[in-house]
């Protein structure tokens, strides 16, 4: 990811896939997008909200460049929500019909295309999310844990697959996707010292063999209703252990289902829904604040 932090305008677009909501502002010189402003942007109570903030570089640059913040101030590497709600954005401003376009993102090149617009400020969007990785390595795990196998106190030793999407993954497969299971396990291993840069972590139950169930505890953020990174993790994860096929994969969640194409090479494809919400403009005494 790039050193430094961008500056943004004051002018904002939301929108939100399955409920992980994302704001996409313009690189600009409204605002610097530091922590703890990003911070404040994102608070729910006190700011406008949202799971994440998406900054872009101006229409006409081909590919796009964009920088991606978590709630907690924290950068990283990709969102496939928010790449989507990107999408939708340019989409909403007429930059892009329903051909292909490609975004850089934590250092990669992403393909994305806006399959249709359903109407009522509706996108179906899809995003070539690139080759995902099942070794442990590219997941972030500490070289002294290689082969070691991560144990709760009260779970005991936890059925894990480790998934790298462009941004790390720990998938656990389980029964319990209760709401407890998720509190225990979540904040455990995003917090684990065996991943140095932390993990995103779901907790998965394959349904069918085109069929997914998974809980979502995010680096950065916490409970989430749905990611979009998530269910190529969990995708990939369930068509490498033999659990589902290979091919298009519904994944559900709480916020609904997502559709995950993992091709035996692990190329990955996601596609969903995307709902604007709103436009709108920081407010000078807020901007002020920040």
């Known amino acids: 990811m790039n050193a430094g932090r961008p500056r943004a305008r004051a002018g904002f677009f939301k929108g939100h ?3 992980n909501d994302y704001l996409v502002f313009p690189f600009g010189d409204g ?30 640059e081909r590919p796009w460049r964009l920088r991606m913040f978590n709630p907690d101030g924290s950068e990283f590497e990709r969102s496939g929500n928010g ?4 999408a939708a954005y340019a989409a909403s401003r ?4 329903d051909e292909p376009f490609a975004v850089e993102v934590g250092g990669d090149r992403v393909h994305m295309r806006v399959e ?7 996108y179906d969007v899809s995003v070539e999310m690139g080759c995902a990785s099942l070794d442990p390595a590219d997941a972030g795990l500490a070289p ?10 009260a779970a005991g030793t936890l ?15 389980t029964d319990d996707l209760s709401d407890a299971a998720l509190s225990r396990l979540g904040p455990f291993l995003t917090g684990h010292e065996a991943f140095p840069a932390g993990v995103n972590v779901q907790l998965a139950r394959p349904v069918s063999r085109s069929c997914v169930e998974i809980a979502i505890w995010e680096r950065g953020v916490g409970y989430t209703r749905a990611s979009g990174t998530s269910s190529c993790a969990a995708a990939v994860a369930a068509a490498g252990r033999g659990v589902v096929d290979y091919g298009y994969v519904d994944v559900r969640m709480e916020g609904g289902t997502l559709q995950v194409s993992v091709s035996p090479e692990l190329e990955v494809v996601l596609r969903g829904p995307v709902q604007e919400v709103a436009r709108g403009r920081l407010s000078d005494g807020f901007l002020d604040a920040l």
Request: hydrophobic share 40%; net charge positive; glycine share 18%.
């Open 17 to 19: 896939g399955l409920g």
């Open 31 to 60: 605002w610097a997008a530091s922590p703890g402003a990003v911070r404040a942007v994102c608070d729910r109570w006190q700011g406008v909200g949202a799971d994440g903030i998406v900054l872009h570089s101006p229409p006409k």
């Open 83 to 86: 790449l989507r709600v990107f």
């Open 94 to 97: 007429g930059w892009v019909g």
């Open 116 to 122: 249709k617009c359903l109407g009522g400020g509706v």
């Open 144 to 153: 002294e844990w290689r082969g070691r196998p991560l144990t709760h106190p």
């Open 159 to 173: 059925d894990v697959t480790l998934v790298s999407v462009g941004n790390p993954h720990c998938v656990v497969f």
